[in-house]
């Protein structure tokens, strides 16, 4: 599965690669990562990810535009929203927009792992 | 400004404490917690995450922390770049975390920027900060760190 990792903080980008190798998972191949929504759009169409995690507090496009426009070009993509905005608000808009999953930060590796595989089932 | 109130302290003390005991598996402890007014002046450590407030709320919040404590943190993180890029990306990370956490209470309302991030003193930090901000300061381990929390609403 090719996944997507999307965060303006280069140590989440970072952290996040590095939970992608824990066995629990299914194999994933990281196609790309990016700091801001743009970015992301831009590798979103090129690399055609299945799997995405998206922080949503990003300057030059937000997370929320950003998903909703990934979720335009393709509905199928699995993007699992990691932010730390915990108003449930912003969930509900994050998951009609298109995410299918919400994971606030801070995060265990556990809790991230979780998330994955309830987003992919 | 208007005061902040206690229930909403302990909104920040509980973003506090989640923050370090997820990230590290320990609770930071809460060394004390102050108005500063007059002479007392908020604290700038090495490293400092600066969040502005907009929406129904004006004011910004801020963390503030020691280099020491930003390293630690990395390696908590198991994240062995430590430049001094890394911490500042560290510790406006912090500053994010902890102001997204506190929509729990203040609600999608209080619209939180992108981190500003600064290394040591800065006049941009204090002009950002109006009078009488109140102060978390934290000791996790034996490191130190402060939030700075300087809300009112519009």
């Not at chain 2, 509980?14 to 609770?27: C, D, L, P, S």
């Not at chain 2, 007392?40 to 929406?55: K, N, V």
């Not at chain 2, 560290?90 to 209080?110: H, K, P, Q, S």
């Amino acid at each position: 599965m090719r996944l997507l990792i999307v965060d303006d903080s280069s140590i989440i980008r970072s952290r996040i690669a590095r939970i992608m190798g824990d066995p629990r998972l299914p194999s994933l191949k990281i196609v790309g990562m990016a700091k801001n929504g743009v970015e992301a759009l831009e590798l979103f169409s090129n690399a055609q990810p299945e799997l995405v995690t998206m922080d949503l507090t990003m300057p030059e496009m937000d997370g929320v535009e950003c998903t909703e426009s990934m979720a335009r070009l393709n509905p199928q993509a699995n993007i699992l929203v990691v932010s730390a905005l915990s108003d449930k608000a912003t969930a509900i808009k994050a998951l009609k927009r298109g995410a299918k999953g919400f994971l606030y930060k801070p995060f265990t590796d556990e809790q991230l792992i979780g998330a994955l595989l309830e987003v992919m089932s | 400004m208007v005061d902040i109130t206690e229930r909403e302290i302990e909104v920040f003390v509980g973003a506090v404490n989640r923050y370090f005991a997820q990230i590290t598996g320990e609770k930071a402890k809460i060394r004390s917690s102050f108005l500063a007014e007059g002479e007392i002046h908020p604290p700038i450590y090495d490293f400092t995450g600066l969040i502005s407030l907009s929406g129904r709320y004006r004011g910004c919040i801020y963390f503030s922390a020691t280099k020491i404590m930003l390293m630690r943190l990395l390696l908590a993180m198991q994240e062995p770049r430590q430049t001094d890029a890394h911490l500042l990306d560290a510790v406006g990370e912090i500053a994010n975390t902890l102001a997204g956490n506190a929509r729990e209470y203040f609600g999608e309302d209080m619209g939180i920027s992108v981190p500003t991030t600064f290394q040591g003193p800065s006049e941009r930090l204090e002009a950002a900060v109006r009078e009488r901000p109140y102060v978390i300061m934290i000791k996790w381990k034996q490191y130190e760190a402060a939030v700075i929390i300087d809300i009112a609403k519009k």
